[in-house]
């Protein structure tokens, strides 16, 4: 049972840590970064996709041993949809994540990246079709925990 508990725990925090990540790099990101800023724009993105990789092993955690059981979950097609959406944020992260990493070299030399304001609206656009994405993730979730879109409703 405890290990049931931590499991779902992690999965919730790193969620949480994945759409704070997030919100951080959003409300960063500007044209005229600060080196500083800069620095906390890859520290989060980082922490972002570490917190995605927990997200999704403690997920297959919770559907294999320590939620409704795999049949439950398998047989909604609402639990697809989560996933699609899940799918769908981690691919319209891969953008700006290569964008960030792009920013190392600069930085460690202790220079901010070069931004062209096209490649910024981009990451930001992105930024912000993750996010809703991460606001989509926990409705379906409760949809399925309730059963909704199977013959258990």
Known sequence: MWVSAIVAYLHYLSFILCFGALVLEGFTL???????EAWKIVIADAIYGI????????GILRVLYFGKGADYYLH?????A???????VGCLSIYPTVSFLGWLKSLLR?????????????IILLIRAELVGFILIPLLAAIVARGIGTNLA
Request: cysteine-free; glycine content about 2%; charged content about 20%.
């Open 30 to 36: 500007t044209k005229d970064l600060s080196l500083k």
């Open 51 to 58: 917190s995605a990789v927990v997200v999704l092993i403690t």
């Open 76 to 80: 909604n097609p609402v639990f697809y």
């Open 82 to 88: 989560k996933v699609a959406a899940f799918i769908v």
């Open 110 to 122: 202790g220079e901010l990246p070069k931004l062209e304001l096209a490649k910024l609206n981009r």
